[in-house]
């Protein structure tokens, strides 16, 4: 990916209404909704809407892995950056987990008041089993959600102090050259002033004043590595 792009996940809410002999789903946008092995064979209408919801669980967790992987190349770039662009992307994924927080802990009230009225809706054993997975299922894909945004949140302000820090750095070894550059530069201008100055009439005064530059030059490069600037 590159550095200008931008990496909102956004959530979307679904409405399913079951009725005695019909499914009605209410999308915000046409999306497939029934593809996958698990829609291969369906029993009842109360098994299709389990697997629906199973199905978004499932999509959850795939996007909190691709959150992760993108989390993860962002801070390798972080830790040579001189720049906010990356923190800005770390900034909207962290805006997503939010909303995903959210969504999923909506699936979760959802799934719990579903199992409060099993026998209301008329589940049979095994899909009041199966919404036993589903729930386990959204409590570990909230959990690890949760993680993330803790992660996210809890280390955001060290990766602002690397980017800082990568720019002190950068400023300190452009001041070095700078230095390097004006020692040498110096004497060289002394010896080149329109007055009478020495060696001025020596035959190798040329190659005296510039070695005398290149002395000045690995002396004030010896003074940095003593003093480990």
Known sequence: FSAEDKFLFKVSSSGLF????????????????????????????????????YKGIFHFLEHLKVINTISDELERKINSAM??????????????????????????????????????????????EFLDDVMIENNQCYRQAEIYSNILAGLMDARVSIVSNNLNVLMKTLNIITILIMVPT?????????????????????????????????????????KKW
């Open 18 to 53: 079951i009725f005695k002999d019909r499914l009605v789903i209410v999308l915000p946008e046409d999306s497939p909704m029934f593809d996958g092995k698990m829609f291969l064979k369906v029993g009842t209408l109360n098994d299709l809407t389990l697997k629906i919801i």
């Open 83 to 128: 720049e906010n662009r990356y923190l800005i992307n770390l900034f909207t994924l962290e805006k997503s987990l939010v909303y995903y927080l959210n969504a999923i802990n909506s699936n979760g009230v959802l799934i719990e008041k579903m199992k409060m009225n099993a026998q209301k809706i008329g589940l049979l054993q095994d899909e009041a």
């Open 186 to 226: 110096f004497v060289v201008s002394a010896f080149s002033m329109n007055v009478r100055i020495p060696l001025a009439e020596h035959s190798n005064a040329f190659y005296v004043i510039l070695g005398l530059a290149l002395l000045s030059m690995a002396a004030v490069y010896v003074v940095y590595k003593r």
